[in-house]
């Protein structure tokens, strides 16, 4: 990290500029190819069921391709601006707004996805701890929790680097200030700016903080014990959005991906 203090921005913070212009900024993200492989890793830890909760769920680009495969969803996001885009793109989908450390108990799932960042917005002490408490009670049994924690290679490359996107409608930057050399459990900033049109040689500029903290695998493993899970299974991410098979590296995969379920008594999963 640099020297500056964090921005501590909070993600419903973050994204409630952002919200308009986040499917523009995330164009290129293969969610179809994505979210097949994790429901077929899914379906190989016993799920068998379509009944899927998508915490923090964004504009909608995670669960769609699951409703388009035929799950019944339920979403939430504690962004009331992204949640109303996913409504829009959605309406049969059952979306509510909340934040996925606190659920409390909405329902019986074969799956549950918590996909995008999500866990490394939880920079507070405590935050893996509470949201896998939060999760866990809604897993049916044998269901699967999914979700992807970035890695020390993401902080180390995207975001310690500028670009910019040049869409249709919108100009968008991207900030990165973490360091090359950021060491585990670093927190991380970075900047989005969306330049939009509003008349000839006018433009509205919006402004997105964002941070994020790194996650070492053993803290993880650790916050899901304590809710009663265990992982199941840890893959790496390869740039197909297939897994890696081979052992999950920090320093060389974009992200690792979890399959965890609940540890029934005895010690087996549910």
């Known amino acids: ?161 500028d670009f910019a996107l040049d869409g249709p409608d919108v100009f968008l930057t991207w900030r990165g200030r973490c360091s090359e050399s950021a060491q585990p459990g670093c927190l991380a900033e970075l900047t989005v700016e969306a330049f939009s049109e509003t008349g000839p040689g006018l433009y509205e500029r919006v402004t997105s903080d964002h941070v994020q903290r790194h996650h070492p695998r053993r803290e993880v493993e650790a916050a899901l014990a304590g809710a009663g899970l265990i992982a199941v299974g840890v893959f790496g991410l390869l740039p197909d959005g297939s897994l890696d098979e081979l052992a999950p590296d920090d320093d060389l995969h974009h992200k690792l991906i979890y399959f965890a379920q609940r540890v029934a008594k005895g010690g087996d999963t549910e």
């Not at 964004?58 to 996001?77: I, N, Q």
């Not at 893996?128 to 049994?141: E, T």
Request: glycine share 8%; proline share 4%.
């Open 1 to 161: 990290m640099n020297a500056m203090q964090p921005l501590m921005t909070s993600a419903a913070e973050a994204y409630r500029g952002l919200a308009p212009f986040y499917d523009e900024l995330t164009r290129e993200h293969d969610y179809e190819g994505w979210t097949r492989h994790l429901e077929e890793g899914a379906r190989c830890y016993g799920v068998c069921g379509r009944r899927l909760l998508d915490a923090a769920c964004g504009t909608g680009k995670s669960f769609l391709p699951f409703l388009e495969r035929g799950y019944s969803v339920t979403a939430c996001d504690i962004s009331a601006e992204m949640l109303d885009l996913a409504a829009a793109k959605a309406p049969e989908a059952s979306l509510f707004l909340a934040d996925a450390r606190a659920l409390g108990e909405v329902g019986s799932f074969d799956l549950i996805t918590c996909l995008d960042d999500v866990m490394n917005y939880l920079v507070e002490d405590g935050d893996l701890d509470r949201v896998f408490a939060s999760l866990a009670p809604n897993l049916a049994p044998g269901g699967v929790l999914v979700f992807d924690v970035n890695t020390l290679s993401t902080y180390r490359t995207t975001w310690a680097r």
